[in-house]
């Protein structure tokens, strides 16, 4: 079934959406035009939601021109191939004549055809700093069927730093002149006291039986596919939380597809909205460890697969080398846990001095910088 889905995503790539798309960019550009996309979310993933709630809000004080604004966020997986195409070719009528479109993931229909230059393709990315090898360094990132050219049409990227661009450009396969180092935009609501407080209102009152207790935030990277993904270091995880129960309260956040396979996580809440709330982070190869660094707090990474995951995907870092306690046996788990706080003293300079190197673009400022680039 997922062969068949790929090859599906291949016709459709390669033969109806760019039909659909020449079709109406025989139309001018409608000025003003701007269009949010994503293939992964029901609701406006919080990468892209900055941007958004930035020009709305410019919108709404009446301090720029008219926009018109489309949302375009839908979990392709959740729907069937008759709705699935009915909405393709609204997006990609609107891509044909959108002034300004922004992503922040991989998304099919936007490199379907060689875009007209008077549209401007933001993608603004999902993840800080460089971990695990990603597109075309990846074994299986991108299908190897694909035959079209996934990043091309990408006008910027945006990034945490500087350190990040040339890797980037390689795995991405664009030339470095359009990658900018303007900070991540998500990044800004770490930095923002209100949004921080909201979050950690909301938690404790979901989960009222965290308050009081240490919260331990257990966040591992999506492993497989979407058909076939993979969880490693539950039972691990489960064990350190039952003992160490008297004191901590477990918040386990695996990735979407996981759950979709078996409920694993105990949280509804983002996870994103959960890093001002934790008191230690529990993770392996995720790039969630870049967002939580800004908030310069206690890490764990529990690693269990180390040799196996270095084989097979590979790292753009000496994952050794990081500066956070490293676990990889189920019985050491929870004594790591239980000690981070005492430990934190003993790598925190690091901490700040890696985070420095890998997302150094991020100052509460990065949605700021991007708009300005783009001239909006």
Known sequence: ????????????????????????????????????????????????????????????????AEKEIQVFVKDFGSMSYGTLLRYLLRFMKAYAQAEYVFICDYYLPVAACKKRQETTVVQLWHS?????????????????????????????????????????????????????????????????????????????????????????????????????????????????????????????????????????????????????????LITDYSSILYDYLIYEKPVVLFAPDLEKYEKERGFYIDYRSMPFPLVQRQEELARAVRDSGKEFGNYREALTAWREKYEGACDGHATERILELIGL
């Open 1 to 64: 079934m997922f062969r068949i889905k790929q090859y599906l995503k291949m016709f459709l790539q390669n033969f109806f959406l760019p039909l659909v798309y020449r079709w109406y960019a025989g139309k001018p550009v409608r000025q003003g035009l701007i269009l949010f996309a994503d293939a992964h979310h029901e609701e406006m993933p919080l990468s892209m939601r900055r941007v958004y709630e930035t020009l709305c809000g410019q919108q709404d004080s009446g301090r720029t």
């Open 128 to 280: 800080c700093g460089l971990m695990k090898k990603i597109a075309y360094d990846a074994g299986d990132d991108i299908p190897k069927n694909y035959k079209g050219n996934m990043f091309g049409n990408y006008t910027w990227l945006t990034l945490s730093s500087e350190e990040c661009v040339k890797v980037h450009a390689r795995a991405l396969r664009i030339p470095e002149s359009r990658i900018q180092a303007t900070g991540v935009s998500r990044t800004d609501y770490y930095f923002d006291e209100d949004w921080n407080k909201k979050c950690r209102e909301a938690f404790y009152t979901a989960y009222p039986e965290a308050k009081g207790k240490k919260i331990a935030l257990w966040a591992p990277t999506f492993r497989g596919n979407a058909a076939e993904p993979v969880l490693c270091g539950l039972e691990a995880v489960k064990a350190a939380a039952e003992e160490l129960s008297g004191q901590w309260y477990f918040i386990l956040k695996a990735h979407p597809h996981i759950d979709a396979h078996g409920q694993v996580s105990n949280c509804s809440i983002l996870t994103e909205e959960l890093l001002c709330v934790a008191d230690v």
